[in-house]
């Protein structure tokens, strides 16, 4: 069985930094594709990043392009995003999650229908 645990989450001023972790157990992550997903309170879940299972192909959300950067370490089976130039209205539950098969080298997904496993939940907060 598949298990996300996402980490990193907390409260920070507005133009701050912070990196999420998405570490998985149950699976080897190098054979999937990950997305990040977030949700405001009051709002639909949103697509934030998507990366291929080779890293080399990655994919935005508009509200997030040029400031967050998601990477993955296969040897370390963890996703990360990097967050930065942070600003109120990023402030939500962010969300990492996997599809239920294994996926070509430089395929993504920004769909969340596609994704079948996702972790708890990590809450960012950013103060202005």
């Known amino acids: 069985q598949v298990q996300l645990v996402e980490s990193g989450g907390g409260l920070v001023q507005a133009g701050g930094s912070l990196r999420l972790s998405c570490a998985a157990s149950?699976?080897?992550?190098?054979?999937?594709?990950m997305g990040w997903f977030r949700q405001a309170p009051g709002k639909e879940r949103e697509f934030v990043a998507a990366?291929?299972?080779?890293?080399?192909?990655?994919f935005y959300g508009d509200s997030v392009k040029g400031r967050f950067t998601i990477s993955r370490d296969n040897t370390k089976n963890t996703v990360y995003l990097q967050m930065t130039s942070l600003k109120a209205e990023d402030t939500a539950i962010y969300y990492c999650?996997?599809?239920?098969?294994?996926?070509?080298?430089?395929?993504?997904?920004?769909?969340?229908?596609?994704?079948?496993?996702w972790g708890q939940g990590t809450q960012v907060t950013i103060s202005s």
């Open positions: 149950g699976r080897t992550l190098s054979s999937y594709a």
């Open positions: 990366i291929s299972r080779s890293g080399g192909t990655t």
């Open positions: 999650a996997a599809p239920p098969q294994r996926t070509a080298w430089n395929q993504i997904f920004t769909a969340e229908r596609v994704y079948d496993y």
